[in-house]
Nanobody, 120 residues
Framework: QVQLVESGGGLVQAGGSLRLSCAAS?????MGWFRQAPGKEREFVAA??????????YYADSVKGRFTISRDNAKHAVYLQMNSLKPEDTAVYYC??????????????WGQGTQVTVSS
């Protein structure tokens, strides 16, 4: 069983930046980020494949060009650099990991979530 712990959320003004971190308790394969805004379903944000599969990155259209996902395999960690934040980015952000899938279908392990609030 892999435990995922997120950090780095907070309150920021529109146009600002935040960096989310997710630490895994052990070796992981694909890792990524999802988010859930109040009254909405959880949605895919970004994902990165395992290093031995090429470490390809995937993004939701709504965050392309603004968010960057990266990972540090030695630390079993994944990061999400969020720039040019908009009020519509406000949500609870969840770290996810999966042994086989990468992208919106990832579902094996989940973190508890970290709140990101963007004020206008």
């Amino acid at each position: 069983q892999v435990q995922l712990v997120e950090s780095g959320g907070g309150l920021v003004q529109a146009g600002g930046s935040l960096r989310l971190s997710c630490a895994a308790s052990g070796r992981t394969f694909s890792m990524g980020w999802f988010r859930q805004a109040p009254g909405k379903e959880r949605e895919f944000v970004a994902a990165i494949g395992s290093s031995w599969s090429g470490g390809d990155t995937y993004y939701a259209d709504s965050v392309k060009g603004r968010f960057t996902i990266s990972r540090d395999n030695a630390k079993h960690a994944v990061y999400l650099q969020m720039n040019s934040l908009k009020p519509e980015d406000t949500a609870v952000y969840y770290c996810a990991a999966d042994r086989q899938r990468v992208g919106a279908s990832m579902n094996d392990y989940w973190g508890q979530g970290t709140q990101v609030t963007v004020s206008s």
